[in-house]
């Protein structure tokens, strides 16, 4: 695979893109929102499964702030985050996650994107390997890109609930550029929460080797059936190697806000995203100051939340295995999942549910799978996330189960 540190070798052509600019993907959650405009645009009606997009309303306390600004300058903020959202989030990871930080660890991003970024250009060079397990975020992909990374995949499986694979798999898979191993716990797209000992193994194998890990921890808080996510900040003599990626899109339905953090107790790690926050100037102020009124939450609003979630997650599972040729591990956090569907080609498959179908006046999009792939996997599964209400769900399942049986 070409990278893009190679050397450039001009052809002549003027005004030539960079080789980041044209390695650079679509993003296949957002690909096909032309199809869905158009199926808009003739009167049906889209169940949108594609994007984590929560319908949860933000909490009234982080709404109210905004009423509360009279600020008659809107400055920038200090680069490493304000100090009222700093002592928020030691505040939480204190209190939620039982971590005891400084704030001095804790560094506020435009999202928990720009802390992916971050973490990617301090721990790896161009042209070194960052290890995925897969399937992965899609645009894990656009991070690595712009960082100049390759991804070196390791398979997980729907039959084993695309859980971690044995060690093996991973030494078998390292090469010698790698620097990174990448997880995201619970994860985005599968829905799967990995155990201590699947982390313990992680925090070994990145011990031994010398690799770094960035945990991202974005769906900390959605976890079913009574369990609890552990966090790699908990992971034993492991505070040189551990970074911690967060955001508050998703725990509280906010993801305009646009606001996330970059954790680790690795000083020199801290020291170097942190002159990259000051080359960026600072993280969204405003955003900073609505933030702060979540800790004005207790444990009630997040029990709440995720009681929701798991109601989602039953009727969209319960509905899914229902349908013939249909086969999905059951989702045990975040409000994703994977699906294998009865189709030779998902991307196919998805594109002609907005072109060409619709079912008592509605249609669903959904996100095919292969982009959440390094290697050529996915072809036929999509991923689904789960965040509308119950009635809707129960729609989407029945036009997806009516759009199966006229596909074939």
């Known amino acids: ?14 005004f030539e893109l960079s080789r980041r600019a044209t390695l650079m993907p679509a993003s296949p959650i957002r690909r096909l929102a032309p199809l869905a405009d158009a199926a808009k645009a003739r009167g049906t009606r889209v169940y949108h499964l594609n994007i984590g997009q929560p319908d949860i309303e933000t909490p009234a306390c982080m709404r109210e702030r905004l009423r509360q600004l009279d600020e008659r300058v809107l400055e920038y903020s200090p680069s490493t985050g304000t100090p009222d959202f700093l002592r928020s989030l030691q505040h939480y990871y204190e209190h939620r996650v039982g971590v005891s930080l400084s704030t001095s660890q804790i560094l506020a991003t435009t999202g928990g994107s720009e802390a992916l970024l971050f ?15 897969e399937p992965f975020y899609a645009n894990y992909r656009s991070f690595t890109t712009m960082a100049g990374l390759e991804i070196v995949p390791v398979t997980s499986r729907g039959r084993d609930g695309f859980h971690i694979p044995a060690r093996e798999a991973w030494e078998r898979a390292l090469t010698p550029r790698t620097r990174i191993v990448a997880l995201c716990n619970p994860n985005n797209p ?3 929460v990995y155990g201590p000992d699947e982390l313990r193994m992680i925090a070994d194998f990145c011990r031994e080797h010398g690799l770094f890990l960035i945990s ?4 900390r808080e959605f976890v079913y059936d009574g369990k ?5 900040l908990e992971l034993e003599n492991a505070e040189e190697f551990v970074i911690v990626v967060d955001s508050l899109s998703k725990r509280y339905s906010a993801c305009g806000i646009r606001l996330g953090s970059l954790v ?6 801290y020291d170097a995203c942190w002159r990259m926050a000051q080359g960026r100037l600072s993280p969204p102020g405003i955003a900073q100051f609505i933030a702060v009124g979540a800790m004005e939450l207790g444990e009630e609003y997040t029990r709440e939340v995720v009681a929701e979630y798991q109601r989602r ?10 349908i013939p040729g249909v086969f999905l591990a059951k989702p045990e956090g975040a409000f994703y999942c994977v699906a294998k569907l009865p189709v030779d080609d998902a991307n196919e498959f998805a594109s002609w549910l907005l072109s060409d179908f619709q079912h008592e006046g509605a249609t669903v999009m959904v996100a095919p799978a292969s982009g959440f792939y390094a290697s050529d996997l996915g072809r036929n599964e999509v991923r689904i996330a789960y965040v509308l209400n ?7 399942v029945e036009v997806l189960r009516n759009s199966l049986s006229a596909y074939k």
């Open 1 to 14: 695979m070409t990278t893009i540190d190679e050397p450039t070798t001009h052809t002549g052509k003027a």
């Open 119 to 133: 973490a990617f250009m301090a721990c790896a060079n161009p042209g070194d390997d960052v290890m995925m397990l």
């Open 190 to 192: 599968t829905g799967t």
């Open 216 to 219: 991202d921890e974005v769906y």
């Open 228 to 232: 609890k996510a552990m966090s790699a």
């Open 264 to 269: 680790t107790r690795n000083r020199e790690i």
């Open 313 to 322: 997650r039953d009727v969209l599972y319960e509905g899914l295995t229902s």
């Open 390 to 396: 119950e009635t809707d769900l129960r729609a989407a």
